[in-house]
């Protein structure tokens, strides 16, 4: 598994504007977390397919993923590959 923090800040912005949806949302990313989401979202996308990444979970703050009975390589090794 891996975790990455990207810092919000000039960069970021940059690659805000490489978004599909950013011409939309970018009027709402200071106020609106929810646009700033979907471009993290798309951002992390397109970091996790270049990197070869099979599975990508989407978790907020108030979310959980566990697993009592198996490791997720095992979990997600079960999965359906057009999932």
């Known amino acids: 598994g891996k975790a990455l923090a990207v810092p919000v800040d ?14 939309t949302l970018q009027g709402r990313l200071e ?4 646009a700033r989401q979907e471009l993290h979202v798309e951002l992390a996308m ?18 959980l993923f566990m697993l009592q009975d ?6 997600f090794a079960g999965m359906p590959a057009d999932r």
């Open 10 to 23: 000039d960069a970021l912005q940059v690659e805000y504007s490489t978004c599909r949806r950013f011409e």
């Open 31 to 34: 106020e609106d977390w929810l």
């Open 46 to 63: 397109r970091k996790a397919k270049d990197e070869g990444c099979q599975w990508l979970l989407h978790i907020d703050l108030d979310e």
């Open 70 to 75: 198996r490791t997720a390589p095992q979990h």
